[in-house]
Every structure is written in structure tokens, then in C-alpha cells.
T-cell receptor, first 112, second 112 residues
Framework: DGGITQSPKYLFRKEGQNVTLSCEQNLNHDAMYWYRQDPGQGLRLIYYSQIVNDFQKGDIAEGYSVSREKKESFPLTVTSAQKNPTAFYLCASSRDFPETQYFGPGTRLLVL | GNSVTQMEGPVTLSEEAFLTINCTYT??????LFWYVQYPGEGLQLLLKATKADDKGSNKGFEATYRKETTSFHLEKGSVQVSDSAVYFC???????????FGTGTRLQVFP
């Protein structure tokens, strides 16, 4: 089955800790995206990548970092500089822009 | 800049009622328009899309028509079911920035 997987489903972060959220796709898509969703709100774009070894900041990149070393993988690191990280994080991919984006099941990040 | 405006929720309906969720947009050029659905605790799924004026997207009994003259893409369904309860997001493709612009989402609650 083709699709996007995100892990873990729930992640707990301690103060001052960096954590990494995994996103993998086997759809052979070139473009990948990270969004943040807060309760009762829409999606905000954190980072996106249109091709391997290249990525751009989205609207709320501060406190986050990404890498795109492989076409299939686009991990997101939430750094200690992100002071309000509690949210639902969604990864997506698309063949190209403005093609349909396909979303993973999400990771909920909570702060201890 | 480009933007999407959705009606505030929640929308509360009885089973078999008619559904309309309003979506209007502001955009330069000719964006593609999308409706995504998010079930509780899950990622977003594409519901339907339209790529040019007067196109009608349809899926699972839902429909939306790309109206350039009124800059609208309203979602409709003739007879809703309890299983349609979810949050619905309208979105447009911003060809200037290669990003999807999402509305804030509209929660639909259907009661038996």
C-alpha cells in the first residue's frame, strides 16, 4: 500500500529537549510538507521541500529544523527554541505543485 | 495576498439534512480549489477538487463548483449521515508561492 507514515503517534518533550518527528512516504512524490495544527485552528506551514537536498521555510519556521537527504523521508526537529511546541503535526507530500497533497496520520506533541 | 474564508462552525444538522459549507477566496490568477476532510485524531484527506472555473468536484455525495464570478467554492451534500461528522477545510493553491492556503476549518456535527 502506498502512503505516508508518521511516527510516533504521540511524543512527549521535556523542557530544553530537541525532539524529531518522522515522516516517510512511498508514493515517489518529489514535494513534502510539514504543517502545525492548533486546536480549533487551520493548518500553518512550517517547512516544505520540493526536491531532495533542498527545503524552504514556511510561515512559522522559527524553532524548527528539517532535512531532506532522501526522497522518501522528511524529518522535522522541534528544537528547544520553540517555546510553545504543543500541537498536532501533519506531514504531507505531493507529486508536484499544485497537485493534491496527501497527508499522514499526524503526531501529537505534548510538553511534560 | 491570497486567502480563504470559511463559515464559522460548528454546523449542527440532523441526519438526512441538506448541507452547505460556504467558502470564498481571494486570489490572483487561476488557483486550483480543494476541500479536505479531517476525522477526529486523523490527518486530512482530499474530499474533492476543481482546477478551473465552472468545474464541479464531487465525491461521496459531496459537490462543490468553482465559481470565478463570485470567488466561491461552497461544499454541498444533499443528505448528510452521522459518519460525515468531521472538520472540513477549504484550500487553494497559491501559484506565486507554491503553497496551499487553508481556511480555518468548519466542524460539522450530524446527529441521528
Amino acid at each position: 500500500d502506498g502512503g505516508i507514515t508518521q511516527s510516533p503517534k504521540y511524543l512527549f518533550r521535556k523542557e530544553g529537549q530537541n525532539v524529531t518527528l518522522s515522516c516517510e512516504q512511498n508514493l515517489n512524490h518529489d514535494a513534502m510538507y510539514w504543517y502545525r495544527q492548533d486546536p480549533g485552528q487551520g493548518l500553518r506551514l512550517i517547512y516544505y521541500s520540493q526536491i531532495v537536498n533542498d527545503f524552504q521555510k514556511g510561515d512559522i519556521a522559527e524553532g524548527y529544523s528539517v532535512s531532506r537527504e532522501k526522497k522518501e523521508s522528511f524529518p522535522l526537529t522541534v528544537t528547544s527554541a520553540q517555546k510553545n511546541p504543543t500541537a498536532f503535526y501533519l506531514c504531507a507530500s505531493s507529486r508536484d505543485f499544485p497537485e493534491t497533497q496527501y497527508f499522514g496520520p499526524g503526531t501529537r506533541l505534548l510538553v511534560l | 495576498g491570497n486567502s480563504v474564508t470559511q463559515m464559522e462552525g460548528p454546523v449542527t444538522l440532523s441526519e438526512e439534512a441538506f448541507l452547505t459549507i460556504n467558502c470564498t477566496y481571494t486570489a490572483t490568477g487561476y488557483p486550483s480549489l480543494f476541500w479536505y476532510v479531517q476525522y477526529p485524531g486523523e490527518g486530512l484527506q482530499l474530499l474533492l477538487k476543481a482546477t478551473k472555473a465552472d468545474d464541479k468536484g464531487s465525491n461521496k455525495g459531496f459537490e462543490a463548483t468553482y465559481r470565478k464570478e463570485t470567488t466561491s467554492f461552497h461544499l454541498e451534500k444533499g443528505s448528510v449521515q452521522v459518519s460525515d461528522s468531521a472538520v472540513y477545510f477549504c484550500a487553494l493553491s497559491d501559484r506565486n508561492t507554491d503553497k496551499l492556503i487553508f481556511g480555518t476549518g468548519t466542524r460539522l456535527q450530524v446527529f441521528p
